[in-house]
Nanobody, 124 residues
Framework: QVQLVESGGGLVQAGGSLRLSCAAS????????MGWFRQAPGKEREFVAA???????VYADSMKGRFTISRDNAKNTVYLQMTNLKPEDTAVYYC??????????????????WGQGTQVTVSS
């Protein structure tokens, strides 16, 4: 069983930055693909970014160049560095984990474990 706890959310002005963290507990963290998703009010949960243990990453097109996902396997933690934030980035951000497999990393239904989410609010 993997447990995920996000932190680092908050209120920031447009153009600002935030770094989200997701601390994982459970076995073999390094084996999991770790992802970040977000859900804005009234919208579906959407993929943000994902990272494999070896460092391979994938991003949603709208996040490329502004968001950076990274992980520290020694600390069982995955990060999401967000820069040049926009009001439309306002959402609850969720950390998720899944095992290896053929499903697309952006498919939220392929993830087995989820954190409780952390709120990010970007003011204009």
């Amino acid at each position: 069983q993997v447990q995920l706890v996000e932190s680092g959310g908050g209120l920031v002005q447009a153009g600002g930055s935030l770094r989200l963290s997701c601390a994982a507990s459970g076995p073999i963290f390094s084996m999991y693909i770790m992802g970040w998703f977000r859900q804005a009010p009234g919208k579906e949960r959407e993929f943000v970014a994902a990272i494999w243990s070896g460092g391979t990453t994938v991003y949603a097109d709208s996040m490329k160049g502004r968001f950076t996902i990274s992980r520290d396997n020694a600390k069982n933690t995955v990060y999401l560095q967000m820069t040049n934030l926009k009001p439309e980035d306002t959402a609850v951000y969720y950390c998720a984990a899944r095992g290896p497999g053929s499903s697309s990393w952006s498919d939220l239904y392929s993830y087995d474990y989820w954190g409780q989410g952390t709120q990010v609010t970007v003011s204009s």
